[in-house]
């Protein structure tokens, strides 16, 4: 069984959409977060939340809303879709929020915005 | 605030070879080190990590030493396989008494190419 598990892997959509990307763990983990990895690879950390309850927010437009039913799941919708959120977008999730903690990674989801 | 510094890429060795990546950070309090790998086409996985000043992570030959003095986690392996063609990512995260983790603060990659 895959850990941190995200769907869908792959989406091409349409500048103004809204679309979500899901994302589940069965580690039993408390912290979730959103990661953002654009063209040059480079990886920034979007949202956390810990125990379902928001614990960080960078500096991310505000048509990006992560919502999180149960502490299992962390799904990330986005508004009005732009050009420049083509991205790859990685949920993870880690035993919780402290330091050292394994963060575990999903595979993924490949965004294109055309 | 927090940061990481790697070598970019693209980094380019003849199987056999010996690999080294450097890694230096910066953060308050004592972080934790990490690096990651991430395979074409695929997601990040955790290659080691060490929590600790002077803690050495393993795994797949791979090895990095948490260098307090230095603030630095190279990457090292002794001989690479085609197989490790890869990018890697060295991350942290803050310390308990820099205000607790935050998530991971990652470098920029270091796109390896190991060729036969």
């Known amino acids: 069984d895959t850990a941190v598990s995200q769907t869908p892997k792959y989406l091409v959509t349409q500048m103004g959409n809204d679309k979500s990307i899901k994302c589940e763990q069965n580690l039993g983990h408390d912290t979730m977060y959103w990661y953002k990895q654009d063209s040059k690879k480079f990886l920034k950390i979007m949202f956390s939340y810990n125990n379902k309850e928001l614990i960080i927010n960078e500096t991310v437009p505000n048509r990006f809303s992560p919502k999180s039913p149960d502490k299992a799941h962390l799904n990330l919708h986005i508004n009005s879709l732009e050009l420049g959120d083509s991205a790859v977008y990685f949920c993870a999730s880690s035993q919780d929020h402290l330091s050292g903690n394994t963060i575990y990674f999903g595979e993924g989801s490949w965004l294109t915005v055309v | 605030g927090d940061s990481v510094t790697q070598m970019e890429g693209p980094v380019t060795l003849s199987e056999e070879a010996f690999l080294t990546i450097n890694c230096t950070y910066t953060a308050t309090g004592y972080p934790s080190l990490f690096w990651y790998v991430q395979y074409p086409g695929e997601g990040l996985q955790l290659l080691l990590k060490a929590t600790k000043a002077d803690d050495k992570g393993s795994n797949k030959g791979f090895e990095a030493t948490y260098r307090k003095e230095t603030t630095s986690f190279h990457l090292e392996k002794g001989s690479v396989q085609v197989s490790d063609s890869a990018v890697y990512f060295c991350?942290?995260?803050?310390?308990?008494?820099?205000?607790?983790?935050?998530?991971?603060?990652f470098g920029k990659g270091t796109h390896l190419i190991i060729q036969p």
């Open positions: 991350a942290l995260t803050r310390g308990p008494s820099g205000g607790g983790a935050d998530g991971l603060t």
